[in-house]
């Protein structure tokens, strides 16, 4: 049995920490829970409670110091993408049409062994992705 209880943050960087913090906001119903103004040594950040423990830890950064590319597979730098679970595919499809409200590029709902999986490009262009899982007796439409 794992020692960990699972992932309690992923760290990322951004060029416009308002406009990704507005989109966790509007889209996943996050909430800010600490707020950093940048100093000499350390870039402006935001905690963003994602719920069930896990947050992102965001930190606005000069945008041609982000590495990688970040829409392609292998070239996105030390973070590929993070997975944010939700409950049901039910919640999974209402958060998608709330996504694309909040401005995401989406993808379509897809089963992946034992999930419900949802990819989506947050407002950086950052390929993310939403799952629930399924049960074994779930249809793939």
Known sequence: MPVTLGFNHVATCTADLDRLTQFYLEAFDGKVTFEMAATDDHPRMAIIDLGGGAALNVFEVAEDSIVGQRGTMGARGPIDHFGIAVDSRATLEGLRE???????????????????????????????????????????D
């Open 98 to 140: 709330r996504m694309v409200a909040a401005g995401a590029e989406i993808g379509e709902i897809q089963r992946l062994g034992g999930e419900w999986s949802l990819f989506f490009r947050d407002p950086d262009g950052m390929e993310l992705e939403v799952c629930a899982h399924s049960a074994p007796n779930d249809v793939v």
